[in-house]
């Protein structure tokens, strides 16, 4: 087993990191859910963190003519990522705006978290 795991862009993590995954609901406000997942737990659900991050990053915009494939990997990141708690913050801004948009990013720093 490697004892290191990159993400696409070259970023190292080795075995026990942990990967910050940031979702960003857009409301009236930008609701942060901030959530820190074992690299280890990803690499055991998913191989390898690209393989994680084609099913973070899947453009759901085109469902309709995606491989049966990425459908799924989508759908189970999408699913593995919700089943981990997160911490919730909240930035209002004043556009009036109905229903929400959800983003999802791996950083290296929260945008919102409680110091």
Do not use: C
């Not at 099913?55 to 999408?78: H, I, P, R």
């Not at 981990?84 to 209002?92: A, V």
């Not at 109905?98 to 720093?109: C, K, L, R």
């Amino acid at each position: 087993m490697s004892d290191k795991y990159k993400l696409e862009d070259g970023t190292e993590y080795k075995p026990g990191d942990t990967l910050k995954v940031e979702d960003r609901e857009y409301h009236q406000s930008t609701h942060y859910l901030n959530r820190e997942i074992d690299v280890d737990d990803i690499i055991e659900q998913f191989g390898s963190l690209q393989n994680f991050e084609k099913g973070l990053y899947f453009n759901w915009n085109e469902y309709s003519s995606a491989s049966d494939e990425d459908k799924e990997l989508a759908d189970k990141v999408q699913e593995f990522v919700s089943e981990h708690d997160y911490e919730r913050h909240e930035d209002t801004w004043t556009i009036n705006k109905g229903g929400f948009d959800v983003d999802s990013e791996i950083v290296s720093e929260f945008t919102m978290e409680d110091k």
